[in-house]
């Protein structure tokens, strides 16, 4: 197998994402974030990290991918080729990365050109099939087979014993191996496999990092204490986007629907330009809404994203006062 690089499988997603309808952003070559490829097809929204040597991916940025992809609503997923237990990653498997779905170039262009899912799944204990409990039920039952008949002519076709339970188990809970799987169809003539919703994985949660609220610069510290005084509690601190931060403001719990990502202007000009403008694209795709906030009164940083200084902040009572002032700054740059 030929090793493919990132900027190969970069431009080989873009491509297939591009011809299925898909809108995209996508971040500068040799960007060190979390995420490469945010794209959009209708009301679904993917974001997607190209790591060819899947054990690159670090769990600092797991932590990020999956914030990031909650505040968005978006589904994570990570396109690699090969890592440290798999010299190759095949067609039609998916594994799990802290919890992230991982496919391959090809079952990536398979799921998204094709609509053809993955089938096999990676889990500890091995390889693993989903498959219908119902039509496997219904199947055995019209076959006049009790789980120990089941489990008794199984066994004998993979040369292993099988218990009732297990069977039992595979109509209530447990996902059998790919050989069982198979043979299931074929004894019970009937379509049990299902493909692997990756879209639809419910993504483990886990404690965010102890960086996205503490060890800011002073002035981030500032910015976070303003936004909490307006309400946008929620907020996570980046590492590995192009963005500083991101926020919504809520009320116990509920989600209020006013929501920033933001960019911190720390006299390093230049970057907060570029970091703006593709921080503008993401907020675009995704629906969000983006900020750069500036110590000092000076002129706009950016023609693409509204530009406010913490006074300005400081001078709001609440969320809802910095959307209207977002709306007027943006109508206003998009007219200029």
Partial sequence: MVQKNKLT????????????????????????????????????LIILKIEPYIDNFSRDFSYELKNIASFLNASPMIIGERGRRFSEIDDGLVLLRYGIPVVSTETFTKLIVNGVPPIVYCSKGGYF??????????????????????????????????????????????????????????LLEAPIIEGIKVF????????????SIENLSSFKEEISAVLSDLGFISQFWTRQSPFDAFSEQKNLDIHSGLNVLVCVDESQQKQVLERAAITHDIASIAKRRAIIIVDDDEAELSQQVPTFTVDELNQMKKAFDLVKNWVKKYSDLKES
């Fill in 200 to 211: 639809d994985i419910d993504i483990e949660r886990e404690e965010r990092p102890a960086y």
């Fill in 129 to 186: 099939v989903q498959i219908n409990r119902r039509n496997l039920r219904q199947a055995r039952v019209e076959k006049n087979l009790s789980y120990s008949d089941l489990a008794q002519i199984v066994g004998e076709s993979i040369g292993t014993r099988v218990s009732k339970r297990t069977v039992y188990e595979y109509e209530h809970s447990i996902n059998p191996p790919p050989k069982t799987a198979m043979l299931l169809e074929e």
């Fill in 9 to 44: 499988i970069l431009n080989d997603v873009e491509r297939v994402l591009k011809s299925s309808g898909y809108a995209i952003t996508q971040l500068s070559q040799g960007s060190k974030a979390c995420f490469d490829i945010i794209a959009k097809r209708r009301d679904q």
